[in-house]
């Protein structure tokens, strides 16, 4: 715990504030503009030796002005501990993209998949990521899955038409007829 405290001391101009739960974890909160220099800092530093990047996830808020949520899991093999950093990102609808955020695959190779992973699925834009594309979904999907006012069923789906030997777009067509179920199981 004391420990803590002395990344406190040190990295006070980098981080806005602090959350501690139950189990002693604690996460810092930075300015989202400082996550690459944050994290070329702490790989750098003899003191705190961070050799990866273990996690990378993104939670949608929809409700707030900071809509999104970054959370980076660094972690330190030579100490043993966990370095939990969090940062809040305004979204501006005026951007093609939002705001976005600075990318560290360039000091963190396990980066490269995490952030493709989270543009893909939440739209959150990486500058100076060279290999920014969709992973997950299909290169023609419009829209982020993972957004909190993406549609449940999504706009189209993608099937095989077997008379015209096509993959056909459709868009999707949402039928009732499942709505009455008896409860009733048969196998009683």
């Known amino acids: 715990m004391l420990y803590y405290f002395l990344i406190f001391k040190v990295f006070k101009k980098y981080i806005n504030k602090i959350i501690i739960f139950d189990n002693l974890q604690f996460y810092f909160y ?3 503009l400082k ?3 944050l994290s070329l ?3 750098n ?3 705190f030796n961070i050799q990866t990047l273990i996690d990378m996830s993104a939670i949608d808020w929809i409700w707030r002005l900071d809509r999104f949520s970054v959370y980076y899991n660094f972690y330190s093999y030579v100490y043993n501990y966990r370095f939990m950093v969090l940062l809040d ?3 501006f609808l005026n951007y093609i993209f939002g705001l976005g955020i600075e ?3 360039s000091i963190f190779k396990a980066a490269l998949w995490l952030e493709r992973e989270i543009w893909d699925l939440f739209g959150i834009y990486f500058y100076n990521h060279f ?3 969709r992973i997950l979904t299909d290169y023609g999907f419009n829209g982020f899955p993972l957004r909190k006012d993406f549609p449940l069923v999504g706009f189209k789906e993608i099937r095989y038409d077997d008379v015209n030997k096509l993959i056909v777009f459709d868009v999707v067509k949402l039928t009732q007829e499942y709505r009455a179920f008896t409860f009733i199981n048969p196998w009683v």
Do not use: A, C
């Open 103 to 105: 990318s560290i695959n």
């Open 30 to 32: 930075i300015d989202f």
């Open 45 to 47: 530093s003899l003191l």
């Open 89 to 91: 990102l305004p979204i």
């Open 35 to 37: 996550i690459h220099e």
């Open 41 to 43: 800092f702490l790989k």
């Open 131 to 133: 290999d920014l594309r």
